[in-house]
């Protein structure tokens, strides 16, 4: 529906494109060596790690259970209480209250087998990555949801840069809308840092999710598949839960080298077209993914692949 003159490309704005291909191999060997239960949440199973994947670890015998917030997770380890259960707390500031919220209440209840193994991610670091890096863009357009929980004091710090931007709801007519006001700022040829989903982001955010991620959260620089480490865009436990730590745990480390062959990184930072990647559409499909992109609907390469079949089949 675009003109040609308009060019939307993708960020690192997918939570499990973004999570390492060595935390799948940690999660992995966390339930294969302790005969631990894995919670997740679905879109992780398939995502391919370094040597493995959840799913080819659930048919070598791991046990992963699919949750879809990580209350379910709680509410898991109390019903039963014989076993061992890990929550993959992945994703961005739209899930880490949740997990925050989950870690409390597994202290307050004395909790003594369940633990979390936290990559969260934060997203202003990565968009002040790709600044640092010269992205050339005229715009971003920022992630509603996880604005919802931060507001808009991160963008209006880029805007302070020169950096301009939008934060726009994902319905089709939300977008149409952020890619119109870019284009009329552009044209009047100054910096913007515009609100277009005012229904559900505020201008100081959530500042219940901000506190709980503070007293559950300290940040940490984290790696991110494709990018590498980051500086301050990852959270880990603050000492008061480290119990719950399931690094710590298990004496888990993650291994930082990416999956070979995989060039998600340059897609993730608007680098190269996901139909540019050589396995695109030929060993790269959504039931066989190569890389992360390819795996949750979120994913870039996913919705390129639904959108294009007609072209690459
Ligand atoms: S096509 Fe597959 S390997 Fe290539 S960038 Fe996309 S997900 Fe990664």
């Not at 007519?173 to 890619?179: G, H, K, M, V």
Request: aromatic share 6%; proline share 7%; hydrophobic share 40%.
């Amino acid at each position: 529906m675009l003109p040609d003159s308009v060019r939307v490309i993708s960020g690192p704005g997918c939570p499990v494109c973004v999570t390492p291909a060595g935390y799948i191999d940690a999660a992995a060997e966390i339930a294969l060596k302790n005969d631990a239960q894995l919670l997740t949440f679905g879109d992780l199973v398939k995502v391919p790690g370094i040597r493995t994947s959840l799913e080819k670890a659930r048919a070598e015998g791991a046990e992963v259970r699919t949750v879809i917030s990580p209350l379910e997770a709680l509410k898991a380890a109390r019903e039963n209480p014989e076993r061992k259960h890990v929550f993959l707390a992945v994703g961005f500031e739209t899930t880490a209250p949740a997990t925050a919220l989950a870690v409390r209440h597994a202290d307050e209840e004395k909790l003594a087998n369940l633990t979390f193994l936290p990559a969260h991610k934060l997203v202003p670091p990565a968009l002040e990555h790709l600044v640092r890096n010269n992205c050339k863009v005229d715009a971003f357009i920022y992630p509603g949801h996880v604005s919802a929980i931060t507001g808009m004091a991160p963008y209006r710090k880029l805007a302070e840069q020169d950096v301009s931007g939008v934060v726009a709801g994902f319905e089709a007519e939300d977008l149409i809308r952020a890619i119109f006001a870019i284009i009329q700022a552009c044209d009047r040829g100054e910096t913007f840092c515009l609100n277009l989903y005012p229904k559900v982001v505020s201008e100081e955010g959530n500042l219940i999710a901000q506190k709980l991620m503070k007293d559950v959260f300290e940040e940490e620089d984290a790696a991110w598949r494709g990018i590498g480490s980051l500086p301050a865009s990852g959270l880990r436990l603050r000492p008061p839960y480290e119990r719950f730590d399931a690094w710590k745990a298990y004496d888990i480390v993650m291994d930082a080298r990416e999956q070979e062959g995989c060039l998600c990184g340059l897609v993730l930072t608007g680098r190269m077209e996901p139909q540019d990647c050589p396995l695109f559409g030929k060993i790269c499909r959504p039931e066989n993914p190569s890389g992360a992109c390819m795996v949750s609907s979120e994913g870039s390469c996913a919705a390129a692949y639904r959108y294009s079949m007609g072209e690459t089949t």
